[in-house]
């Protein structure tokens, strides 16, 4: 194990932070536990990220929630764990590639549960156990996850008031029964002592305007300050909570939402609901999506406005449900049949989910086009302290036909390629919307004129929008540039860093904008850079092959790819440190690591 | 207010004279001579003007098929949409706005066969919306295969011999799965029809039609139809065990309301004023 200088390593929680995972079989209250731990860490001031991982069952398998808690704004989880708290070892040897440990990392089980597995042995962690199921036994009333949470708490250095707090405002039960629970935290927190120790968090002190939230629930507010009122949608893992999050919360500003019977009815719902002058959106996974291309096509061409919100998993098919994969990429640019010119945008964090689905609804509306959301189940699924994001002016509207307007033709081919959209109640401007190619009086045409006509028009109306800065995050400078998307860009991010403290300069360019492609704005943002990095989660390098479709790039751009359902981190998209001052938490898997070069 | 609400509060509405002409778009309808669609579309105009719609608050939805092309033939606000998911679509127009009134046309292949799981959920749910089905056991625009509602027999090139598979009866789904009214109609009958259809537009809920519409291109023997049909010889029954009996039991050709149910339509609208925006971030405060 190499010794380190670098800043974020185990020995240095206050820049890398606490990376605490906490483990166990679904129902064992793991998530609750680590749900609870970030809000007393929010509580406390710190800022942090709670990635929610589970086997294929969701409920019943095995299931970690990993946390990394830290004094700045975490985005990525980091190279490893100082601590790995078991509830049980029931299949929990599964996750060993998720939760990277080694010989400074603290394991702890429960001691009437048997041995930690032997993949995390091996890592040369110091390993401890606690009698905790015995321990809440010893408390009528009390859980065991609640002797872990203490535990987790303590060795973390939160105060106990945070973590009281954190429990007393999640708590739906009877008083008696938080007392026990509160015992239980301090029965843990007493056993901290002994149990070997983990670096503590800084002294932390409360900060305003902070929130916790999740990336499906930050989409479900962008939507509804995007003007959202209308949802039809399908559960699917991991976007139920979006729509979960929304239900509430739709009916509480004037709208709906309606569970439908399957993702076939979802997307035409929402056509119907937005060709009758709704703004509306449904959100579901690659599977669902699968299922909507048609409906997303007639969008297209009846030119109705709608936002699909999909939140990624691994693929193809059923795949691995509930864990994160940038791997619809390629389906989203491309998966509809015929000419059909889509908005395709990607969230760049949790926070970003917001703004990202909010200025989707905004474009859509304002171009009369589907636009997809390509969130996924890192973003969705995890949650994170994040400033108050700033509010923004993205507020869908639509160019409406007015009364009775003298030679009114829905598709006219204007020079903006957005023509007025007329809104069933309003007289005289009466039409059919149309899955068959039109003219522009909207009269179903399979003329060869008026097909071009109209494939210009859709065409047009995306590629000549200003689409403004909202098109990428671009950051620092070089002539090293790192091009990614969506969740990949937090740990791209922290890895540009780790290298900027090396010595090496790279340029980050997160695009928020993947469809329409703009190759200007692409070239503007690349100017004198001389190489390129592509970085991606997905197996065959979709965006890697997007870009060099759509974009001219200097030199020879590398492709970094790797599937789910590891979780990005920043270990894999990092400088391998030539002078031997390798990082802490190295594994020995060097083909995760792609070298920022400078040839 | 958004652009929508915009524009519909600036609507002029000058009152017109409502009558069946009122409501067709002048547009040729591109079917067969002799088709019974013909009909249909002149009972549907019949029973807006019967009901003194206005055409811009009235919204004709379709999927696909000879028959789902009526929408651009009236002078409605029309949605023509993809195959098999036109009571999706009107499902998403009518809680959208509620004002508007909704009607789903199509035929049999496009509501029964690639629509199934629709019409099952869109009777179950009861939405206030009226769906026609003119049925003509075959699929037209495609040349001739088998619905299903053809009988078994019944031979083409798709299915040589016949399909060997009994026919669905749409009337007994419907009761089964919970539409408010269930009505049989006749093509031939154009005022019988019209009645029908304004009979099921004014009930509450979802309101299925069974339209008989002769395919007279590739079922020609469906000319006979109008010998065959007759007005049912019961009254509407609020029983749907009752109403099921009568329509499993009959000869398939029995005219009329069938079925007129007094369940709860699904609510529509807003149930209570709108809070602020930013009411909704409150629970992320750590």
């Known amino acids: 194990m190499a010794t380190t200088t670098s800043k974020s390593n185990a020995s240095d929680p206050a820049h890398g932070g606490l990376s ?72 929990v040897h599964r996750f060993a590639d998720e939760i990277p440990l080694t010989g400074t990392s603290l394991i702890v089980g429960d001691e009437g549960e048997g041995e930690a597995p032997a993949a995390f042995v091996a890592t040369g962690a110091r390993v401890a156990a606690l009698p905790m199921k015995k321990m809440a036994k010893a408390i009528p009333g009390s859980w065991t996850n609640m002797v872990a ?6 060795l973390a250095g939160l105060p106990r008031e945070a973590i009281e707090a954190a429990l007393r405002d999640s708590w739906k039960r009877d008083e008696a029964s938080l007392a026990a629970n509160l015992a239980a935290i301090d029965a843990g927190a007493k056993a901290a002592a002994g149990i070997g120790s983990i670096p503590k968090l800084p002294k932390l002190s409360p900060g305003d305007g902070r929130w916790l939230i999740s990336g499906n629930e930050a989409a479900g507010l962008g939507a509804i300050r995007g003007g959202v009122r209308f949802v039809a949608a399908y559960p699917i893992t991991p976007a139920t909570e ?138 969705g699924q995890s949650r994170a302290i994040i400033d108050r994001p700033a509010d923004l002016a993205f507020v869908g509207k639509r160019l409406v036909a007015e009364a009775n307007a003298p030679d009114f033709k829905r598709y006219r081919d204007t020079p903006s390629g957005v023509s007025p959209m007329a809104v069933p109640g309003v007289p005289g401007t009466a039409y059919t919307a149309d899955g068959l190619e039109k003219n522009e009086a909207g009269t179903p045409s399979s003329g060869a004129r008026d097909h071009i006509v109209q494939l210009d028009k859709r065409a047009r109306k995306l590629a000549l929008h200003d689409y403004g800065d909202m098109w990428a995050d671009i950051e620092g400078g070089g002539e090293l540039a790192v091009l990614t998307f969506g969740s990949s860009t937090g740990p791209v991010r922290e890895a540009i860093a780790r290298a900027a403290a090396n010595g090496v300069r790279a340029k980050l360019v997160a695009m928020r904008l993947i469809a329409p492609a703009l190759p200007e704005k692409l070239d503007e943002a690349l100017a004198g850079v001389k190489h390129v990095l592509v970085v991606e989660q997905n197996h065959g390098a979709q965006f890697y092959r997007y870009l060099r479709a759509w974009f001219d790039l200097p030199g020879r751009p590398e492709s970094f ?24 938490f190295r594994r020995p898997r060097a083909p995760d690591r792609f070298r920022l070069k400078t040839r | 207010m958004n652009s929508t609400a ?15 002409a009122t409501f067709k778009s002048g547009t040729k309808p591109i079917w067969c001579p002799g088709c019974g669609d013909y009909s249909v579309l002149s009972s549907i105009t019949k029973a807006f003007a019967m009901l003194a719609l206005k055409p811009e608050e009235t919204v004709v939805v379709s999927g696909i098929g000879c028959s789902s092309r009526i929408p651009a033939y009236t002078s409605c606000y029309g949605f023509h949409g993809v195959h098999g998911r036109a009571l999706a679509a009107a499902t998403g127009v009518k809680l959208a706005r509620p004002e508007l009134t909704v009607l789903v046309a199509g035929g049999d292949g496009d509501g029964y066969s690639i629509g199934g799981n629709h019409f099952l959920h869109a ?142 339509p699904f609510p529509l609208g807003p149930r209570r004023p709108p809070i602020p925006l930013t009411d909704l971030e409150a629970e992320f405060a750590p």
Not at chain 1, 270 to 292: D, E, H, Q, R, W
Not at chain 2, 6 to 20: D, G, I, S
């Open chain 2, 123 to 264: 009777c179950r749910r009861n939405v206030d919306m009226t769906y026609i089905v003119m049925d003509n056991h075959v699929y037209g625009m495609t040349k001739g295969q088998p619905s299903p509602t053809t009988e078994p027999d019944w031979d083409s090139k798709l299915a040589p011999g016949g399909t060997g598979v009994r026919a669905f009866h749409p009337l007994v789904i419907a009761l089964a799965s919970g539409a408010n009214f269930v009505a049989r109609a006749f093509a031939g009958d154009p005022n019988g029809t019209a009645e029908i259809l304004a009979q099921a537009i004014r009930h509450p809920g979802f309101s299925f039609v069974e339209i008989l519409s002769p395919c007279v291109t590739f079922r020609p023997e469906q000319r006979e139809w109008k010998e065959a049909v007759h007005p049912a010889s019961v009254t509407v029954t609020n029983d749907p065990a009752r109403a099921a009996r009568r329509v499993m039991t009959d000869d398939g050709f029995n005219i009329g309301a069938l079925y007129a149910g007094d369940r709860t």
């Open chain 1, 242 to 379: 979006l729509l979960e999050w929304m239900a509430p919360a739709l009916a509480k500003v004037g709208g709906s939402l309606l569970q439908a019977e399957d993702e076939l009815a979802s997307i035409n719902m929402i056509v119907g609901s937005s060709f009758a002058g709704v703004p509306s959106l449904t959100a579901t996974a690659g599977p669902g999506l699968a299922l909507m291309t048609e409906g997303i096509g007639l969008a297209v061409s009846a030119e109705v406005p709608l936002v699909v919100v999909d939140v990624m998993r691994g693929g193809p098919s059923t795949g691995i449900p509930a864990k994160s994969e940038q791997s619809d990429l390629s389906y989203a640019v491309s998966g509809l049949h015929g000419d059909a010119p889509r908005l395709v945008v990607a969230p760049t964090s949790i926070a970003d989910c917001l703004a990202t689905t909010q200025w989707a609804v905004h474009l859509a509306e304002a171009l009369q086009a589907p636009a997809i959301v390509l969130s996924d189940q890192f973003m």
């Open chain 1, 561 to 584: 790819h790797r599937p789910g359902p590891a979780a990005a981190q920043a270990r894999r998209a990092r400088r391998r440190d030539r002078r031997g001052g390798g990082p802490d």
């Open chain 1, 20 to 91: 605490i995972a906490l483990a166990g079989s679904g129902g064992s209250g793991v998530m609750t536990a680590g749900t609870l731990l970030l809000s007393a860490a929010a509580k406390a001031g710190a800022y942090g990220l709670m990635v929610r991982t589970s086997g294929p069952q969701i409920r019943g398998g095995e299931a970690a929630a990993l946390l990394r808690i830290a004094r700045e704004p975490v985005a990525s989880l980091d190279d490893g764990f100082h601590l790995l708290l078991a509830f049980d070892w029931q299949n």
């Open chain 1, 149 to 154: 949470l203490g535990l987790a708490g303590t």
């Open chain 2, 6 to 20: 915009t524009a519909l509060a600036a609507a002029e509405r000058p009152a017109a004279a409502c009558t069946p």
